[in-house]
């Protein structure tokens, strides 16, 4: 029955893509409270889909943007088959800054066999290859091979700030379920499809500080006040030392390297390194000293400054001494590292290094631990001979840099283990202008979803 | 005479007033394109005013925005009158932070006797005192007491970048003039009027630092690319040591300090720290280790950003490793240092601190030496009087933080003095939301040029 379905999967090219293409056209960005009738349009996009596909489909409201949880009926999927439950996104990050997408981010565009769109890859895109599927198995078969859960949010790129309660709302029927996958994730390398056995945690915060009540002239004043903006370089630049190590007392004590036997074969993977260089356009790569480019972004934390913004700004010389500046500034954490004590040693660290002639403020916008999970389980089994089926070449086991912090709620919350079947690219441009997602990997991906199903549903 | 023309002036209270308001609710930004007709319409303002009391007005165009050059008729003044130049500038500083002022920056708005307006008090209410009294005289005279020339730019605010073009192609006409008169300064305080001998130099660049190509995920390339704003805080972080000086290698090599006895006399001066520090918002003072607040400001050079940009500003956590980050970076010169010997030790600074992952580069924006003038010369005196006539008080000496770049092309140029005699106060703020100008120093201001011209046609 699968080939059958392959084989209607690729019949259907043009159909998948027209239907993803108004997905991504729904401009749902969470962290933008104007863009909240888009967010909910985005959700009912999929529970729409998911109807069609024939599954029972709820509006889960939270006090910010709805989750959606799709349930497989009983007629629906063979008698006995086991309980999985999917897990994905449909809200995308901000497409800032607008003027460098070469077509809009909201107005999805085929180029060079890439779709480009704000939330082509993350999310919306890998989503939709496991809603193409299900509604391929349900058109050729009649039926899906296994009891599908589809649990959908629309707050990943704020936090999931309501996820936890929704989880904890539906536990009993949540937990049900024998193993999450999730596809927010990418393959190695063109070519080189991955499961991906370990993320990076988070911790996200918003520096402000201030001196003087306004704006002061910068002739008249200069050298006899605090400058927030000299304040917050002395500040910040002072959380790295030479060697690339993050200068904050207590941030590597809790941190595990993988075992040797991983770091090796990390080692052994087509990594080119010129290649890297040249696709993001730096000068050369940089980073912690002692560390491979690989292990830097895997198994390493990090602290990064991810906006700065003070005083005047526009064209030209403004001689002001500005009265606030400020910072986001976030840290990647690796396995074992906890995001509260994290937090609290940046806090000690930053309260040390303020000036008197400043006030500080902190505010904490995230804090996620990073996740690892396991290889040998029969999950995991099941969704690399998927990938052999979907892309033509059996998977490597690699980690991401990013954070996927649902992944550590479903383990605590559930107890169920994830198995984290990415169809992206390194290249897609994640969280920056243009945004994109090979259809060769929008297909692939399909039949990957759809070969995933039918082991799972032997499992 | 003059006696006649003071009643004068106080009876036309009114109507200064309400001639003020419109050349202020003229948005003449100068450093921003769009307003290029607002610049335009100033000039024109003023150059109606100077033909309504009869002087030869001449408009001189630039390549950006144009001069206004006014000359007294041999009819206008009495015979053998000295020559002295007045200058001033009609542009105004970009107003943003907008939401940040009270009333609208160019809606002139009175409150609480002082008038609200961007230039109110830079410099446009300070050039009309002068104004104003020309007018005072032409009305009650029928002349005015010497052969003034008024010599007024569109550029200040921007570097006077084509005043020196002005200045040579005039040469011949303006150094006839015994004096340059400028009014472009403050009091020392309310009540306590005062003569500027010393203003600081300024050497301003824009920074930009590059390394990818576009803005990456913060998760999936953190730690492995070097980040520009991360790099942008290390860097500029060091330019100071922990004693507050700033640490550019050759910075103060050839810094003059002002003789013991000037330091003696602006120790008495009735300088008041915990107003200043309230009137300001600032939790304390700052600054270099060993100076008090006003050494800080009148013969320190200092180094201040006054803008920081960098990835994602908006609401909310963006997880972006941002491909760029700029700053405006600006230096405060004394007596003695030669702005390109700065410039040339600042970039070598930054060179050196720039790391290998980054591209860097530098845009000198402007470069202007510090400036001193004599204390007794008899245009001092005569402003010295004028200012007692005026405020009711005789003046101090003191120096000003900011720059007057055009006092130093005079001196080059012209070779002749200036006499600096600001009308404005201390918490004016300059180049700030909410600038403001008092009435009081309005009226005392136009008493003070009217007196001043009597004074000044005498020597």
Not at 4 to 14: D, G, H, P, T
Not at 66 to 73: E, K
Not at 146 to 154: A, F, P, T, W
Request: glycine residues 8%.
């Amino acid at each position: 029955m699968l080939d059958s379905v392959l084989v209607w999967i690729e019949k259907n090219r043009r159909a998948w893509l027209d239907d993803l293409k108004q997905w991504l056209n729904i401009a749902s960005v969470s962290a933008v409270s104007a863009h909240d009738n888009d967010t909910a349009a985005a959700a009912e996009w999929a529970m729409s889909y998911l109807r069609g596909v024939g599954l029972n489909v709820r509006r889960i409201a939270t006090p910010r943007h709805p989750c959606v949880l799709a349930t497989t009926p009983d007629d629906l999927c063979p008698p006995g088959a086991p309980t999985i439950l999917f897990y994905g996104h449909y809200d995308v990050q901000p497409p800032e800054p607008l003027e460098k997408w070469i077509s809009p981010p909201f107005t999805a565009t085929v180029r060079d066999g890439k779709i480009y769109a704000r939330g082509a890859s993350d999310d919306k895109g890998q989503v939709f290859c496991h809603l193409a599927a299900l509604m391929a198995w349900r058109q050729i078969a009649g039926e899906i091979p296994l009891r599908l859960m589809v649990l959908l949010e629309g707050e990943e790129e704020i936090g999931s700030i309501n996820l936890a309660d929704v989880i904890k709302d539906h536990v009993d029927e949540l937990k049900t379920a024998r193993v999450l996958i999730v596809s927010d994730s990418n393959q190695f390398a063109p070519g080189i499809p991955a499961i991906t056995t370990g993320l990076r945690g988070l911790v996200y915060y918003q520096i402000e500080l201030t001196a003087a009540a306004e704006d002061l002239h910068s002739g008249v004043y200069g050298g006899a006040v605090a400058n927030p903006a000299n304040v917050l370089t002395q500040m910040l630049g002072r959380l790295h030392d030479s060697q690339g190590r993050v200068a904050v007392d207590g941030f590597y004590d809790d941190v595990v390297l993988p075992e040797e036997s991983i770091r090796r074969q990390w080692a052994e993977l087509p990594f080119d390194e010129n290649e890297f260089v040249r696709r993001l356009g730096v000068p050369q790569v940089s980073g912690e000293a002692g560390f491979s480019t690989l292990e830097r972004r895997w198994c390493r934390p990090t602290l990064d400054i991810n906006g700065l913004t003070s005083g005047y700004q526009g064209p030209g010389a403004k001689t002001v001494l500005p009265c606030s500046a400020s910072a986001k500034v976030s840290m990647r954490l690796v396995p074992n590292q906890n995001p509260d004590r994290i937090s609290t040693a940046f806090e000690r660290c930053l309260a040390v290094l303020k000036p008197p002639g400043v006030r500080l403020t902190l505010t904490r916008l995230n804090a996620t631990p990073a996740a690892v999970t396991q290889i040998d389980s029969p999950a995991i089994t099941a969704a690399a001979a998927a990938l052999e089926i979907g892309f033509g070449k059996s998977p490597v086991f690699m980690r991401e840099g990013g954070s996927i912090p649902v992944v550590n709620w479903f383990k605590e919350l559930l107890g169920i283990d994830s198995v984290l079947i990415g169809f992206g690219l390194p290249d897609d441009n994640l969280h920056a202008p243009n945004e994109k997602f090979d259809l060769n990997c929008l297909y692939s991906g399909i039949r990957t979803a759809a070969a995933l199903y039918d082991r799972l549903g032997g499992i």
